[in-house]
């Protein structure tokens, strides 16, 4: 498995079109990086829920997600389900995060989504941050659009369950939907983690990155 290690990660971007969509596609990464890099900025962005009871429950669970880090969240009111029709206003959002943000990665959901908002972010994010390493995530759905991702940050079984634990504590308001359970995001992560030779992992889609093989 070939592996890929950037250098000097001092800041990050993190982009979702939905409160708990960062977490569910990549809280174990978001642990990973924020334990390993103690006051890595981390500006997050997420296009809906503003002003509502779930935009409380996704800055406290970013909290948790980004332990040690210097976090900073915006949440926007894109309403949900309606990012095509509301183009500018998001496309504005993202603009404004590039304004304040010279991230050494992102993290996005990837090009592939069948969700609207999912996909109509990921077709955004590289119209702004035009020269930057992005990784795409993928969250589990009844859509049924898992794909074959091409990068994978590999999670130890406590590190997955521990992803777990803060997704079903900080985020009561989707317990009840049928793909919010204990067993598919576990199940997720045991195959991306046979996929890339661990016992779990989260997995990304990588579009395009530029090599310096001369080491400069």
């Known amino acids: 498995m070939n592996r890929l290690f950037p250098s000097g990660l001092r800041r990050i971007a993190v982009?979702?079109?939905?409160?708990?969509?960062?977490?569910?596609?990549?809280?174990?990464?978001?642990?990973?990086?924020?334990?390993?890099?103690?006051?890595?900025?981390?500006?997050?962005l997420v296009l809906s829920g503003g002003g509502t009871a779930r935009e409380e429950e996704e800055r406290t669970a970013l909290d948790a997600f980004c332990p040690d880090?210097?976090?900073?969240?915006?949440v926007a009111k894109v309403p949900d389900g309606r990012l095509p029709a509301h183009w500018d206003e998001a496309k504005s959002a993202v603009e404004e995060l590039r304004l304040r943000s010279e991230p050494d990665l992102i993290l996005a959901p990837q090009r592939d989504d069948a969700h609207q908002d999912h996909r109509g972010l990921a077709e955004l994010v590289p119209t702004v941050f035009r020269d930057h390493l992005t990784l795409g995530y993928e969250i589990l759905k009844w859509d049924g659009d898992m794909g074959r991702p091409n990068a994978y940050q590999p999670l130890d079984l406590a590190l997955a369950e521990?992803?777990?634990n803060l997704l079903w504590e900080h985020y009561p308001s989707q317990r009840h939907r049928p793909w919010f359970d204990?067993?598919?995001?576990l199940g997720l992560a045991r195959i991306r983690g046979i996929e890339c030779h661990a016992r779990y992992a989260e997995a990304f889609y990588l579009h395009k990155l530029a090599l310096d093989l001369a080491g400069g």
């Open 182 to 185: 204990r067993e598919a995001f």
């Open 69 to 74: 880090a210097d976090l900073r969240v915006s």
């Open 162 to 164: 521990r992803k777990v």
């Open 15 to 44: 982009l979702a079109a939905h409160c708990d969509d960062l977490a569910i596609g990549a809280g174990g990464t978001l642990l990973v990086m924020c334990t390993a890099h103690p006051g890595l900025q981390v500006d997050a």
